[in-house]
């Protein structure tokens, strides 16, 4: 990754698109509950950060494609990373619910 690489945000919509395409792939939300609630993005599951110890009850196979959200792209920066050492081998931070433009259930 270039230095400039670091800075660059991901798009939440790509992201989304992306998910959409990969087969058995889960689109994991990672803000509060009372957040999940209030909307989130067609089809996601949530586990909140500061329980992502339960995702092992939710995505038992560690080589499942996990696409992660938050509301800024923060919180799923940090699941990213802890889900990586968790030893999920495919998971990808796609930004923050603030910028989708898509559909939002409540």
Do not use: W
């Given at each position: 990754?270039?230095?400039?690489?670091?800075?660059?945000?991901?798009?939440?919509?790509?992201?989304?698109?992306?998910?959409?395409?990969?087969?058995?792939?889960?689109l994991l939300d990672v803000?509060?509950?009372?957040?999940?609630?209030?909307?989130?993005?067609?089809?996601?599951?949530?586990?909140?950060?500061?329980?992502?110890?339960?995702?092992?009850?939710?995505?038992?196979?560690?080589?499942?494609?996990?696409?992660?959200?938050?509301?800024?792209?923060?919180?799923?920066g940090q699941a990213t990373?802890?889900?990586?050492?968790m030893g999920y081998t495919?998971?990808?931070?796609?930004?923050?619910?603030?910028?989708?433009?898509?559909?939002?259930?409540?």
């Amino acid at each position: 990754m270039s230095f400039f690489g670091f800075f660059s945000k991901s798009d939440v919509n790509e992201g989304v698109n992306e998910f959409k395409n990969v087969s058995g792939a889960v689109l994991l939300d990672v803000r509060t509950r009372d957040e999940y609630a209030c909307g989130h993005i067609e089809n996601s599951i949530n586990v909140p950060l500061d329980a992502l110890h339960a995702v092992e009850s939710k995505i038992k196979n560690r080589n499942t494609p996990v696409f992660v959200y938050c509301y800024s792209g923060a919180r799923s920066g940090q699941a990213t990373t802890l889900l990586k050492r968790m030893g999920y081998t495919d998971v990808r931070n796609i930004g923050g619910i603030a910028s989708y433009r898509g559909k939002v259930v409540r």
